[in-house]
């Protein structure tokens, strides 16, 4: 009962297993693009003050790097 169990799964496995692609139907489309939609709209306000925090980070980081540089620049000059 046991070797005929485990050849039963056997079986089942190596059909289950298959290169071809799944092509979603047309209907998994559409409930796929409206759970996006939905969940892209709950999460638009948290996506921007990330967006905003990060851009403030890093623009002030692209600055100081610049003046840096420029001052580095104006030492090397000055010398």
Request: glycine share 2%; proline share 3%.
């Amino acid at each position: 009962m046991k070797w005929l169990s485990f050849f039963v799964f056997a079986i089942f496995f190596m059909s289950s297993c298959t290169t071809q692609g799944v092509e979603p139907s047309r209907n998994s489309k559409h409930i796929i693009d409206t759970t996006f939609q939905q969940k892209t709209i709950v999460l638009q306000p948290q996506l921007d003050s990330l967006c905003a925090s990060v851009q403030k980070t890093v623009f002030q980081l692209a600055v100081d790097s610049i003046l840096a540089a420029r001052q580095l620049e104006m030492d090397n000059l000055v010398k």
